[in-house]
């Protein structure tokens, strides 16, 4: 038994598995503008529950400002020979910006682009409905956790001119499937 628990120890040190453990944000206090209420709710459990940085409700109270917007789309993905929709490409993007409180941009406006493809059938309407908010909720999960590891990269309040945080731009779509 103790040498199965030592080998799948050995083996996940060796793929550079790692615990989260605990942020050190260069911001003690953060106010989060315009996220939508679940995405607000998970990212002030990430935030408050991996760091000793606070969410506060006032611009005034904070050292940083995070605004968040985000959205959503739905596009054809596959057809049938009947031109009928077979697959669905679901979309879903998370837009933030990180500045000061003296309006330092200390996160350029940036942008965590996900996708999803999923199958689609007239006859399981309701279930594919439903496996889509599913998925959507994936993605947004997904993005938070994302954004709660790109807020660690920021390092000073006050960066130097060579120090700042360079803007992500989003990643590839999924490629149109060969007719």
Request: charged share 15%; aromatic share 6%; net charge negative.
């Amino acid at each position: 038994m103790f040498l199965v628990l030592a080998c799948g120890v050995s083996v996940l040190s060796a793929c550079g598995f790692q615990l989260r453990g605990q942020q050190d944000y260069a911001f003690k206090r953060l106010v989060i503008n315009g996220a939508p209420a679940p995405v607000a709710a998970r990212l002030t459990r990430m935030v408050q529950g991996g760091s000793d940085t606070v969410i506060v409700s006032s611009a005034a109270n904070a050292d940083a400002i995070l605004n968040v917007s985000e959205s959503r789309g739905t596009g054809v993905l596959t057809l049938s020979s009947l031109g009928v929709v077979e697959e669905y490409e679901l979309d879903y993007a998370l837009n933030y910006s990180l500045t000061g409180k003296d309006g330092t941009v200390l996160i350029p406006p940036s942008s965590i682009h996900l996708n999803r493809a999923m199958t689609y059938s007239d006859q399981f309407s309701q279930a594919k409905a439903a496996e889509s908010d599913v998925l959507f909720a994936d993605m947004q999960n997904d993005a938070v956790d994302q954004l709660t590891r790109r807020l660690g990269v920021v390092h000073s309040l006050h960066p130097a001119p060579g120090q700042t945080v360079p803007g992500i731009s989003p990643r590839a779509p999924l490629p149109p499937p060969p007719l």
